[in-house]
């Protein structure tokens, strides 16, 4: 950790996504899309995590969301990808082995 001339620690920046993460998320969510399981989506940065959002209809509550947060990566793992009542489908260190959850699976709501 550097720091500056006051001797203070450098303040955190906002958590977000790098150009790798968000191709390989924007590549889930067009194969969702091409399934017409998708149409809208939103992203959202903060000092703790990042979120993708993944939405059927836009007005709705996001049907899914893919959230990267750095604290959790020597725990569980810094991603997840979350499902429409808020339950951890998949966890992990790793972006690729995460998003499989969306591979060869159609996703139905059940009463």
Not at 10 to 15: D, K, N, R, T, W
């Amino acid at each position: 950790m550097s720091l500056d001339v006051s001797g203070a620690p450098p303040l955190p920046g906002p958590v977000f996504f790098d150009r790798r993460e968000l191709m390989q998320i924007l590549s889930v969510y067009g194969r969702l899309v091409a399934a017409a399981e998708a149409r809208d989506y939103a992203l959202a940065d903060g000092r703790d995590a990042a979120e993708f959002a993944v939405f059927r209809r836009s007005g709705d509550a996001p049907a899914w969301r893919i959230e990267k947060r750095p604290a959790l990566q020597a725990r569980q793992g810094q991603w997840a990808v979350f499902g429409e009542g808020g339950q951890i489908l998949k966890r992990g260190r790793d972006l690729g082995q995460v998003l499989r959850v969306f591979d060869g699976r159609r996703f139905t709501v059940i009463d």
